[in-house]
Antibody, heavy 119, light 108 residues
Framework: QVQLQESGPGLVKPSGTLSLTCAVS?????????WSWVRQPPGKGLEWIGE???????NYNPSLKSRVTISVDKSKNQFSLKLSSVTAADTAVYYC????????????WGKGTTVTVSS | SYVLTQPPSVSVAPGKTARITCGGN??????VHWYQQKPGQAPVLVIY???DRPSGIPERFSGSNSGNTATLTISRVEAGDEADYYC???????????FGGGTKLTVL
């Protein structure tokens, strides 16, 4: 079955760019799924960041849209998140997830990776 | 923008029934999904499309959706059900996923 694994730096400096990758195993990123990023600040709820289809089509949370880029690398079977101009408010656990076709439901999740924004 | 409202906390005795609500404007016209999240773990899908259960989720978990309220019902609650629960919809008017604020279920 499909498994997802997030990776990337655990510490990012303020005003810098957060970069994470989600590796997809057990299935192809070019299948008819969408792929999402979700984050959770310490002690708070889930916040959707955005999603991508293997064609490169994306949807973003309007509150983050100006700072977010999600991309897909079919050759490596992975997708990525870049969040620019980060502040302490971007400190969170970042999850990647799979959305089956035409559903916008997240049925498979990665374990999450913690990113701290601090100098 | 579309807003989902959940009670911050719900408490229930073991063996009883827990009901967690998710309020939204005409939410009955949308598909609602529910996730369970235990401390230090990733969310797990427990109900999708209002009332469907993924394989491996006990029949004790059920869902309904009508009018302005969707409800996750957990029957015969067990200590292991203690977790945070989040509802989620797709807001087609803005093309974005929306999560509720989450409800902490405490088993007394």
């Amino acid at each position: 079955q499909v498994q997802l694994q997030e990776s990337g730096p655990g510490l990012v400096k303020p005003s810098g760019t957060l970069s994470l990758t989600c590796a997809v195993s057990g299935g192809s990123i070019s299948s008819s799924n969408w792929w999402s990023w979700v984050r959770q600040p310490p002690g708070k709820g889930l916040e959707w960041i955005g999603e991508i289809y293997h064609s490169g089509s994306t949807n973003y949370n309007p509150s983050l849209k100006s700072r977010v880029t999600i991309s897909v690398d079919k050759s490596k079977n992975q997708f990525s998140l870049k969040l620019s101009s980060v502040t302490a408010a971007d400190t969170a656990v970042y999850y990647c997830a799979r959305e089956p076709p035409n559903s916008h439901v997240m049925d498979v999740w990665g374990k999450g990776t913690t990113v701290t924004v601090s100098s | 923008s579309y807003v989902l409202t959940q009670p911050p906390s719900v408490s229930v005795a073991p063996g009883k029934t827990a009901r967690i609500t998710c309020g939204g404007n005409n939410i009955g016209s949308k598909s609602v999904h529910w996730y369970q999240q235990k401390p230090g773990q990733a969310p797990v899908l427990v109900i999708y499309y209002d009332s469907d259960r993924p394989s491996g989720i006990p029949e004790r978990f059920s869902g309904s959706n009508s009018g302005n309220t969707a409800t996750l019902t957990i029957s015969r609650v067990e200590a292991g059900d203690e977790a945070d629960y989040y509802c989620q919809v797709w807001d087609s008017s803005s093309d974005r996923v929306v999560f509720g604020g989450g409800t902490k279920l405490t088993v007394l």
